[in-house]
């Protein structure tokens, strides 16, 4: 499968554990086939293809809820509701997908709903009567929802290993301030911050993830992860784009956070590999000096829009040299007057005062 693909199918797939999360509808429905013991297998949504494959059943087009889905699988044949859930729109259907599609199911409706998600664009949902699972069917994905308490006491554990990984990034981050100020950074201490900011990344979008599947169980460790993770996205692009090397065979920023974006859990634990996604150079470089150009310096002077810090970039080239403008130097710059300037030296000032007494005090 391309990769294109396989992004579409990983979306789709989020898109409908969200319709299936605690909370929905939907989902009350299932819960209620489930202690009914009766299973189910439905289809959300319909087109050309599906009524191609079904047989059967009667027409209802009504109003979706939860009973009239529990009551409806009482009965043999699928059910097909629209793509938002909100309608049910046929029942008791005998669906006859292409026998000749592969697999690996074995049960009959669990083997009718992996072939009729291969063959349409729509989402299929098995609900076993003998296993008393709920498995969703996205493509070629097979998905089985797990329990409430089960995905909190993961997600749970997740979120105490990111609070870890943010201290420790906190850590390495004010250390890279601090070596900015005083013009003593290496390409090492890039790239520790880089690979820091990526793993606490990958550890939210996990936890994302079971926040997603909660539903509105999982408010309160959403509430949490934003505490935790606020900022963390602006971070990484602003340390890509203070050393993103220069040349003819530059990349943009957007396509070095891709390469970071790519390393596998094993690269990603070396130094050496998050530097040459960085354009930072092998192992030999790592010891190599690196000058910042200020970006991430210069976001945490308030009230500084975006493109008076581009102006001011592309004027003073570096960070060192923006540390030591003057008041008038600052004003020099289009867009920066007075008030602006003092703002920004005065900020400038504070920041380099504090990363100092935070390293040697």
């Not at 699928?78 to 592969?102: F, K, T, Y």
């Not at 909190?152 to 906190?170: G, W």
């Not at 013009?183 to 550890?203: F, G, K, P, S, Y």
């Not at 970039?313 to 600052?330: N, P, R, T, Y």
């Amino acid at each position: 499968m391309a990769a294109n693909d396989r992004t579409a199918e990983a979306i789709r797939l989020r898109n409908t554990l969200a319709g299936v999360a605690p909370g929905t509808a939907l989902r009350d429905g299932l819960e209620r086939i489930l202690r009914g013991r009766t299973g189910a297998l439905i289809v959300l949504g319909t087109d050309k293809t599906v009524e191609a494959i079904s047989s059967g059943g009667f027409t209802l087009d009504i109003p979706f809820s939860a009973t009239g889905l529990r009551e409806l699988a009482k009965m043999d044949g699928a059910i097909i509701l629209d793509r938002d859930a909100q309608r049910i729109l046929r029942a008791a259907v005998h669906l006859m997908p292409d026998q000749s599609i592969h697999s690996e199911e074995t049960g009959t409706r669990h083997r009718t709903a992996d072939r009729v998600a291969r063959m349409t664009d729509f989402p299929v949902i098995s609900v076993s009567q003998s296993m008393q699972i709920i498995a969703l069917y996205v493509g070629g994905t097979r998905y089985v929802l797990e329990d409430t308490g089960s995905i909190l006491s993961r997600a749970n554990q997740a979120l105490a290993t990111l609070e870890r990984y943010k201290m420790r990034l906190d850590e390495v981050s004010s250390t890279l301030s601090a070596l900015e100020i005083e013009d003593l950074v290496t390409n090492r201490d890039v790239a520790v911050v880089a690979q820091r900011l990526e793993m606490v990344t990958r550890i939210a979008r996990e936890i994302e993830d079971y926040v997603l599947e909660l539903g509105t169980d999982g408010r309160l460790l959403s509430l949490q992860l934003e505490e935790l993770v606020t900022g963390v996205d602006l971070d990484r692009e602003l340390v890509v784009r203070d050393y993103l090397p220069v040349g003819k065979r530059a990349r943009t920023s957007q396509e070095v956070l891709g390469a970071l974006e790519g390393l596998n859990a094993g690269e990603l634990v070396d130094v050496n590999a998050v530097a040459r996604a960085l354009g930072l150079g092998t192992n030999e470089h790592l010891d190599n000096p690196a000058a910042p150009r200020g970006y991430r310096l210069l976001a945490r002077v308030p009230r500084l829009p975006a493109t008076v810090v581009e102006r001011l970039v592309d004027h003073f080239g570096g960070l060192q040299k923006l540390l030591a403008a003057s008041i008038d130097d600052l004003q020099a710059v289009d867009g920066v007057g007075e008030l602006r300037a003092r703002s920004v030296r005065e900020g400038l000032s504070r920041l380099a005062e504090s990363s100092i007494l935070e390293r040697y005090v």
